[in-house]
T-cell receptor, first 115, second 115 residues
């Protein structure tokens, strides 16, 4: 079974609008971490935001926030006030306590921001 | 700025001709990773080093080898590249705690073409 599922191959949003990118995960570990990375066409993976399984509050980093629903095993990324530079691939990833040093990625969502 | 550097950015090799990809880091991180990312797919972990301790993923082909002569450098050797090995190869590092919140720092990747 896939550990990380991103069901949206592509998303379109207009500049200045908010967009939500979906991510669900599967683990039996009580302790795990969830990450979102952005990959522009240049190829580099850029860290955006982190959510720990024991964190009580949803993580926020500037225009990025993570809608963490533990019971539903979902960790959706919300980008507010989209900018043209947000056009990129977005990957959700998970690190489990039992899988030391291994970060497992979902298949990604391509986001296109239009003027 | 401290960073992860991959050279070259683009590499073209011939079918069956050995090729080496390079990665260096100035973060002084203990853990270094190699991921393979094929077009429109999630990055797939090939192997990682914790200091000099080499950890191979179970499904990594024998055709792929790695060397880490010191903390700063790590190499990916493909002994006999096939057409199916054409991909983006991403190098990443992380600190030594191994905790679930340990994020990965990525290089810009090397895009490998096999002719």
């Amino acid at each position: 079974a896939q550990k990380i599922t991103q069901t949206q191959p592509g998303m379109f949003v207009q500049e200045k609008e908010a967009v939500t990118l979906d991510c669900t995960y599967d683990t039996s570990d009580p302790s795990y971490g969830l990450f979102w990375y952005k990959q522009p066409s240049s190829g580099e993976m850029i860290f955006l935001i982190y959510q720990g399984s024991y964190d009580q509050q949803n993580a926020t980093e500037g225009r990025y926030s993570l809608n963490f629903q533990k019971a539903r095993k979902s960790a959706n990324l919300v980008i507010s006030a989209s900018q043209l530079g947000d056009s990129a691939m977005y990957f959700c990833a998970m690190r489990e306590e039992s899988g030391y040093s291994t970060l497992t990625f979902g298949k990604g969502t391509m986001l296109l921001v239009s003027p | 700025d401290a960073m992860v550097i991959q050279n070259p950015r683009y590499q073209v090799t011939q079918f069956g001709k050995p090729v080496t990809l390079s990665c260096s880091q100035t973060l002084n991180h203990n853990v270094m990773y190699w991921y393979q990312q094929k077009s429109s797919q999630a990055p797939k972990l090939l192997f990682h080093y914790y200091d000099k301790d080499f950890n191979n993923e179970a499904d990594t082909p024998d055709n792929f080898q790695s060397r880490r002569p010191n903390t700063s450098f790590c190499f990916l050797d493909i002994r006999s590249p096939g057409l199916g090995d054409a991909a983006m190869y991403l190098c990443a590092t992380s600190g030594k705690t191994g905790g679930v919140n340990e994020k990965l720092f990525f290089g810009s990747g090397t895009q490998l073409s096999v002719l």
